[in-house]
């Protein structure tokens, strides 16, 4: 097994974890240390090259923020995730 495999799988087993734990944490409503969560799983799919997952992620931050009543940070959120998309299409 190579290092860039075992990488991979160390990102892919990170990204995993943390979309659960924004799950579980959006469920009992603490939408902020969801939003952290997925924060942090948007910079593991940054560091795997994973434009999809950082999609994804966006868009529960920024269903977070908008339950947190912060509707300008939760349009950023879905601005980036937007910009993601744009760039997917165009290359």
Do not use: P
Not at 40 to 45: A, E, I, N, P
């Amino acid at each position: 097994m190579t290092y860039l495999s075992i990488l991979k799988q160390e990102y892919q087993l990170t990204m995993k974890l943390y979309n659960i734990l924004g799950h579980v944490l959006m469920t009992w409503k603490l939408f902020q240390k969801g939003y952290d969560a997925f924060k942090k799983l948007r910079d593991v799919s940054k560091m795997a090259h994973d434009l999809e997952t950082s999609m994804y992620a966006l868009k529960q931050m920024g269903y977070c923020q908008y339950s947190l009543k912060d509707h300008k940070k939760a349009m950023k959120c879905y601005k980036c995730q937007l910009q993601i998309a744009w760039h997917l299409n165009h290359n």
